[in-house]
């Protein structure tokens, strides 16, 4: 009896390991590839890795220069684990002051700076209510920002509005983990499928348009 309960145990040993593996490398597949659709939508398209090593894609569009990455948010035991896509644009001109806009908060925001600024905003109405809205230091005039941003935040998946004075992010919920897998082995698993190009452009489009927006303001 004890011989066949250490080749059970043995044998389940084994399963998990091998299902870790696989896991493993389904999880580098589906971060090598992430950024497959978009690499021709960037001028000069480069490809590199984060601290954490994921993958991240630099180049510029529409005059300004960009960066895509993703933040695998395991934070929350309650709920499935998305995969945030980051798009950066960095300014082509400083401005003044500073926006964090996120909204459904849940405190648990790690890849946001705002957790440490003190200063927070009213929302307007036409903006997200479910939110808060922080700065640092100096916020920049909300209202070259009220015909963009209500537009912005129609997609529910986007989650998080950035503006500094050297950049503007986007943080959008590009996917989310495995049910199954999440619910039974708590393995964020994402699917291998590279995020759409068209959906990376739309994205795009907005933070430039918000940054030249402010870029432009008197």
């Not at 998990?16 to 999880?27: L, N, T």
């Not at 954490?52 to 933040?71: D, E, F, K, R």
């Not at 948010?73 to 996120?102: E, F, H, M, Q, Y």
């Not at 209500?150 to 998080?160: C, G, H, I, Q, T």
Request: net charge positive; hydrophobic share 45%.
């Amino acid at each position: 009896m004890n011989v066949f309960i250490v080749i059970l145990v043995a044998a389940l040993v084994l399963l998990m390991f091998s299902k870790y593996q696989r896991d493993a490398k389904r999880r580098c597949l589906a971060s090598d590839t992430v950024f497959d659709n978009c690499v021709d939508l960037l001028q000069l398209a480069q490809k590199s890795t984060d601290k954490a090593n994921l993958p991240m894609l630099h180049g510029s569009y529409g005059g300004y220069q960009v960066a895509l990455s993703i933040v695998e948010d395991t934070i929350a035991w309650r709920k499935l684990p998305p995969l945030w896509l980051l798009v950066k644009v960095s300014a082509n001109k400083s401005s003044i002051g500073s926006l964090d806009l996120i909204v459904r908060p849940a405190n648990n925001e790690f890849y946001s700076p705002s957790w440490q600024w003190d200063g927070n905003l009213t929302i307007p109405p036409t903006w997200p209510q479910h939110a808060i809205i922080k700065y640092h230091h100096k916020p920049i005039d909300m209202h070259l920002l009220e015909h963009l941003v209500p537009k912005l935040f129609s997609d529910l998946n986007m989650k998080e509005l950035l503006i500094m004075p050297d950049l503007v992010r986007l943080t959008y919920m590009a996917k989310q983990a495995d049910r199954g897998e999440y619910l039974i082995m708590r393995n964020a698993v994402y699917n291998d499928t590279p995020i759409e190009k068209t959906l990376v452009e739309t994205l795009l489009k907005q933070a430039i348009a918000i940054r030249k927006t402010i870029e432009s303001a008197p």
